[in-house]
């Protein structure tokens, strides 16, 4: 008998168990943890979960400025709201080519 779990699950699972390696992971949720099962993360490491509310291009430009500090961002949303973020996107994560990770 196989045990078929969403994909979503499985990463929010995935990102628990990274969060348990990494210290300086941390992760930026955009008022989705539900949808995008940040609320994994952000249950165990409450210190380490910022969520933004409906402000995906504020979160972009934080996870951007973490970044700086030697933390690893990890910038979470669905597909149709990041559009809102491509400038900051551009401007203040690649140019100056920081460590942000976007899902």
Known sequence: MSSNIALR???????FE???QRDDFVV??????????TNIFA?????????FGI???NMVSAAAGL???GLIPIVNTYAVFI???VE???NSIALPNFNVKIV
């Open 9 to 15: 699950q499985a990463y929010g699972e995935a990102l």
């Open 18 to 20: 990274l969060g348990k």
């Open 28 to 37: 930026l949720d955009a008022d989705l943890s539900g949808g995008t099962k």
């Open 43 to 51: 249950s165990k490491f409450p210190k380490r979960y910022f969520d």
């Open 55 to 57: 402000a995906e291009q």
């Open 67 to 69: 970044s700086t500090t």
């Open 83 to 85: 559009l809102r973020t």
């Open 88 to 90: 900051q996107i551009r």
